[in-house]
């Protein structure tokens, strides 16, 4: 069955009691048993509600995973996650990553007995060199969040199988239709459902997929025990923007696409940061692991920090706000929004400017979005 099928139909039969198509809102938190302990598969939605069930197949569906877990936010699935890791293990960590997964593992999680290394995961023997005998999992992001680095997903893979360590991708920002990590041998692949997923911005969540018996069990036992679930009305909106995952994800690259050449062809503009550039370190890889390049850009303008901040306020079709995936297109200042939490001295030992940009490139007409960033930059000049 192809992705697009996939995403309409899988876990989404038609109701047995009343024949509806669309999956309903089974807003209920407790379930009749007909005798102590015997139930239909449902006993309290913390554990386990019908709609999110149907999510969960879905999305595990596109992921080509066994298994699929939703969460309230991409963060408690990051969390629970994390959890397959006891006091005294070892995780090392993409240098580049979103500032709300840093701030948990360095404000949070460490505080539990957790000690992590971040280093450069574009290249497999740096990552090696950063095991040691209590590493328990390496944790990627790619493309990462913001600079939009790659890493050799199977090459990590198989360097990880040989050393005994889980293998975590953040897959946000590429999505299902742009890459399986499961397939390229991770043993689970994490997403905030908030973000492409979803894609209308109208609703937050998260999700993990596995194919491993024994690490779904773990982070199923998590996702009950711990609670952070999403509620009936969330899955169904995160479900139904899933089912046009594939029609949006091919716009929002087609756009990226030409955002990124446009922006690279303007002597005011430093740096593009874009996978699906020839001139992008790991272009070659990209085209190698994934389907497409994706919908986000990042660059640095002339001007430094000041003119960024400027061209930030001095958009209209782009919005000045932190999350992506959106239909619509967003323009965020990272530093002073979603990575301040990392420190300025980590940004800049990674080549992470004051002055860099995020774009979240929408689905709006092409015209439009370029017109949008021509007049910003004009007005910055």
Not at 40 to 57: C, H, I, K, M
Not at 79 to 108: E, I, M, P, Q, W
Not at 227 to 247: E, H, Q, S, Y
Not at 350 to 370: K, M, P, T, W, Y
Request: glycine fraction near 8%; charge should be negative.
């Amino acid at each position: 069955m192809e992705f697009s099928t996939k995403a309409i139909h899988v876990g989404q039969e038609a109701d047995p009691s009343t024949g509806a198509t669309i999956v309903p809102i089974f807003a209920t938190s407790t379930y009749t048993q007909t005798s102590p302990g015997v139930h239909v598969g449902f006993d309290y939605s913390r554990t386990a509600n019908p709609t999110r069930l149907a999510l969960e197949r879905c999305l595990a569906s596109l992921e080509n995973a066994k298994y699929g877990l939703c969460f309230a936010s991409g963060m408690a699935a990051t969390s629970a996650v994390l959890n397959l890791c006891s006091a005294g293990d070892h995780v090392v960590v993409s240098d580049d990553l979103y500032g709300g997964t840093f701030r948990l593992f360095d404000k949070v999680l460490a505080r539990y007995g957790l000690t992590f290394s971040y280093v450069d995961q574009s290249d497999v023997p740096t990552v090696e060199r950063a095991l040691h005998a209590s590493t328990r999992m390496v944790w990627l992001e790619s493309p990462t969040n913001p600079l939009l680095k790659l890493a050799d997903i199977e090459g990590i893979a198989k360097m990880c199988r040989r050393h005994g360590t889980l293998l975590a991708v953040d897959n946000t920002f590429a999505t299902p239709f742009l890459q399986n990590p499961l397939d390229l041998g991770a043993d689970l692949s994490v997403h905030s459902t908030t973000k492409y997923i979803s894609g209308h911005s109208d609703v937050v969540g998260g999700f993990v997929a596995t194919n491993k018996d024994a690490l779904y069990e773990i982070v199923k036992f998590h996702q009950n025990a711990v609670g952070a679930i999403p509620g009936p009305f969330d899955c169904f909106l995160t479900l139904r923007g899933a089912k046009t995952l594939a029609l949006r994800m091919r716009e929002h690259e087609r756009n990226a696409r030409a955002v990124a050449a446009y922006l690279d062809g303007r002597p005011d503009i430093e740096r593009v940061y874009y996978p699906g550039l020839v001139g992008h370190p790991q272009h070659d890889l990209a085209k190698r692991q994934m389907r497409g390049f994706g919908g986000m850009v990042s660059f640095t303008p002339t001007g430094g920090a000041p003119r960024a901040r400027a061209i930030a306020q001095s958009t209209t079709v782009f919005s000045l706000a932190e999350s992506l995936g959106g239909v619509e297109s967003l323009i965020c200042h990272p530093v002073s929004m979603t990575h301040g939490s990392i420190p300025k001295e980590m940004r800049e030992s990674r080549g992470f400017s004051d002055a860099l940009l995020r774009l979240s490139v929408g689905i709006e007409a092409q015209a439009d979005i370029i017109a949008d960033l021509e007049q910003a930059l004009a007005a910055t000049n």
